[in-house]
């Protein structure tokens, strides 16, 4: 069981930046590959970013590629998303999730676990 805890979000004007965090409960955060996905009102839920269980693989949604950096922190059982030049098209709820299945997965059904979301939104 990994229960996961998200922060960092709030209201930020286009251009700037933003540093989410998701600590995740337990000793097995290791063994999880983590992604962060996001919500926006009215739409579904899409993946951003992808971090392998050791930290050396990563892969990226198109709209955030160059923009986000996904890292992890093995010690600290803790993951975060940099955002940089945000969009208000950035704007949405913001989890974490764990996988312990596949490595790069994007899609929502080959998570196990999820957080339970901060908001981000961004103004034009």
């Known amino acids: 069981q990994v229960q996961l805890v998200e922060s960092g979000g709030g209201l930020v004007q286009a251009g700037g930046s933003l540093r989410l965090s998701c600590a995740a409960s337990?000793?097995?955060?290791?063994?999880?590959?983590m992604g962060w996905f996001r919500q926006a009102p009215g739409k579904e839920r899409e993946f951003v970013a992808y971090?392998?269980?050791?930290?050396?693989?990563?892969s990226y949604a198109d709209s955030v590629k160059g923009r986000f950096t996904i890292s992890r922190d093995n010690a600290k059982n803790t993951v975060y998303l940099q955002m940089d030049s945000l969009k208000p098209e950035d704007t949405a709820v913001y989890y974490c999730?764990?996988?312990?299945?596949?490595?790069?997965?994007?899609?929502?059904?080959?998570?196990?676990?999820w957080g339970q979301g901060t908001q981000v939104t961004i103004s034009s």
């Open positions: 999730a764990a996988t312990g299945g596949l490595n790069y997965a994007t899609k929502t059904p080959q998570y196990d676990y």
């Open positions: 337990g000793r097995t955060f290791r063994r999880y590959g």
């Open positions: 971090i392998s269980r050791s930290g050396d693989g990563t």
